[in-house]
């Protein structure tokens, strides 16, 4: 392996800097729809630049280090790692697919001088495969197609291209950026090659590594300049504190040397370069001294956050930061009041909840956090219903415990006129439910743009829908098309309020009394609906036990017990049959709870519960209303 430094660059004229081509340094980001194999591909490509030992055991998707990213199979958070082919550095940058994490895309895309855009054999343009490329064209960042999981069944991949190009067109792509090279590939087998022959597929993804040898262009840099870095993600070590990483503009850092941080919001701090990294593979690995173009982590300031500017200071000068599109749906967080409050978390007051929420913003730049009227709650607003819940899911394994409300939309007003975030809906069904679906939508206030077929037996269908239509559909689709149907969406725009929509068909089974479920009682309130909850449950009063069969709240007594008698009739002692409960994912939760209800988030619990508790005082409420 060469020294990077030790390279002799060609050497042009800009302006009255000196300008260089990093000729041995590639800076790539890799994006795309959801599940189209992102993490996937940079897995084959770390194992076979050799990375890792012949005989080290490597697990799948391995750049998805967070628990919650194993556990749910997609990127949350962008991550960088690096890989050596022949003299060139490959530095790349893996980000999310979810539309909902578009903020961890955006600022992964600063980093980058071209793009890798994949896109499904078979699925082909989905939403999120416009926002990600329309922010990659509007950077003038180089991108390659490559046509992802040709080897799956009923596979595409030519006509793909021609939608792939299709969309170039529509998102106003120059000539230049039209005129893209297109790779074939199977991330899952790791190969790759420019001329598809599925009765000769390649073996490995050299094809891949020459095409971005040849055809992303090397960081243009000013070397001789003073040192400016546009922070574009912060990493964390429990030993050095906060570590800022970014794409060195201008100039060298060494160790030791000192800086000026220029805040986003115009403050000027001094700091010093403590300790120096740049990544090798998926470590990071000390060094000395780094130059314009290099992809570095640097340790030893404190404050610092995603957006600032690190300079040389005698040229303090901030470099701009992308904007991130604004949240769409906001949810208060809490004090837990419940009967079971401090039960199980260790974080439970209003000053712990404060804290954990505001050091939450230093890293997730797409979230909003606002203080209310009261010190016992906090409005935060996200991209969407996912962004929030990932964030409510890390915080319960962290050790806190608190109440949420129902998500709802962020209105705007524009020119005097009350406005909705409208979002694409894209949805894969079988044919034979094409009719229910249709009419769901519709319900929601969703207006038809496409149809068109997708496979073998599928149908697509788009729609431009308000985003609180979409609040609850997603398992109600599921329902719907018994599992089978596929549903995606992004943020399209604001359009004036589209009116009134039917939030729940259904109202809800709710605990008469404090105390642990019975299987009596259980039998007696299945007739009335849905349960949530099985026997041997802690339940109190206002908890929600189950979901109403009819569009109303019931109260009933989950812990009633059968009184006993001096008689036994024939068959009265037979054991009485439960059908098992519905057991909902935080996700669900959030989908279902309604204005007057809050979900209760433990380390060990989610309760759905009333926010007033006592059945009388919620009875008065509602006569007042």
């Not at 021609?162 to 950026?177: K, N, P, R, S, Y």
């Not at 992303?216 to 000013?222: T, V």
């Not at 005698?314 to 904007?323: D, G, I, N, Y």
């Not at 943020?491 to 404090?514: H, M, Q, S, V």
Request: aromatic share 6%.
């Amino acid at each position: 392996m060469i020294k990077l430094n030790s390279i002799i660059y060609n050497v042009g004229i800009l302006g009255e800097f000196t300008v260089t081509k990093r000729e041995n340094i590639r800076n790539i980001a890799i994006i795309a729809h959801v599940d189209h194999g992102k993490t996937t591909l940079v897995d084959a490509m770390l194992r076979q630049s050799g990375i890792f030992r012949e005989n080290e055991q490597v697990a799948e998707r391995v750049m998805d280090s967070n628990d919650l990213e194993r556990e749910r199979g997609i990127t949350i958070l962008a991550k960088n790692t690096s890989l050596m082919y022949k003299d060139i550095k490959i530095n790349i940058i893996d980000t999310p697919g979810h539309a909902d994490f578009g903020g961890e895309v955006e600022r992964g895309l600063e980093m980058a001088d071209g793009v890798l855009l994949l896109v499904d054999a078979f699925e082909g343009c989905m939403p999120q495969t416009r926002f990600v490329l329309s922010k990659a064209l509007a950077l003038d960042l180089k991108p390659i197609i490559v046509v992802n999981k040709v080897d799956r069944p009923n596979a595409r991949p030519y006509e793909v291209v021609d939608e792939v190009l299709d969309l170039f067109i529509d998102l106003g792509a120059t000539e230049e950026q039209i005129d893209t090279p297109v790779i074939f590939a199977s991330g899952r087998d790791g190969w790759a090659t420019a001329e598809y022959n599925p009765e000769q597929p390649n073996t490995d993804l050299r094809d891949l590594f020459e095409l971005i040898a040849t055809a992303i262009p090397c960081p243009d840099c000013d070397d001789d300049g003073p040192f400016q870095m546009l922070v574009s993600n912060i990493d964390y070590d429990e030993y050095t504190g906060r570590i800022a990483v970014g794409k060195i503009q201008r100039g060298s850092v060494k160790t030791g040397m000192p800086l000026v941080l220029l805040k986003s919001d115009g403050k000027k701090l001094s700091g010093r370069a403590v300790k120096l990294y740049t990544f090798d593979g998926l470590k990071k690995e000390t060094v000395e001294v780094a130059s314009a173009g290099d992809m570095v982590a640097i340790s030893g300031i404190t404050d610092i956050n995603i957006g600032d500017t690190l300079c040389d200071i005698s040229a303090p000068e901030p470099l701009p930061f992308t904007k991130i599109d604004e949240p769409v749906l906001s949810m208060t967080f809490s004090v837990n009041d419940s009967p079971f409050a401090g039960r199980d978390g260790k974080f439970v007051t209003s000053r712990h909840l404060r804290d954990r929420l505001f050091r939450e913003l230093d890293s997730n730049i797409s979230l909003r956090v606002s203080e209310t009227d009261t010190t016992e709650a906090f409005v935060v607003s996200g991209r969407g219903e996912l962004h929030l819940s990932v964030l409510i899911e890390n915080m319960r394994r962290e050790g806190y415990e608190f109440q949420v409300s129902n998500p709802v939309v962020i209105y705007k007003e524009i020119d005097g006129v009350k406005c909705e975030p409208i979002e694409r809906l894209t949805v894969d069904i079988p044919e034979e439910f094409t009719g229910t679906i249709m009419d769901g939508i519709i319900a929601r206030r969703g207006e038809m743009v496409n149809m068109a077929p997708a496979a073998q037996g599928y149908t697509r269908l788009e729609f431009l829908i308000p985003s609180r239509g979409l609040i609850g559909y997603r398992s109600e689709m599921l329902t719907a098309t018994r599992g089978t149907g596929i549903i995606n969406s992004i943020l399209e725009g604001y359009e004036p309020y589209k009116g009134d929509i039917t939030a729940r068909t259904r109202g809800t089974l709710i605990a008469w009394e404090n105390g642990t479920s019975i299987t009596y009682g259980l039998f007696n309130a299945q007739e009335r609906g849905t349960l949530f909850i099985g026997a041997g449950v802690e339940v109190y009063e206002g908890m929600i036990v189950g979901e109403c069969s009819r569009l109303e709240d019931i109260t009933v007594n989950v812990c009633k017990r059968k009184h006993a008698t001096n008689t036994r009739a024939s068959g009265s002692d037979d054991a009485l049959k439960l059908v098992p409960p519905k057991d909902l994912s935080l996700e669900q939760c959030l989908d279902f709870i309604a204005d007057d209800e809050l979900l209760e988030v433990t380390p060990n619990h989610l309760r759905m519960r009333k926010r007033i508790l006592k059945t009388d005082l919620r009875a008065k409420a509602k006569a007042r209303a």
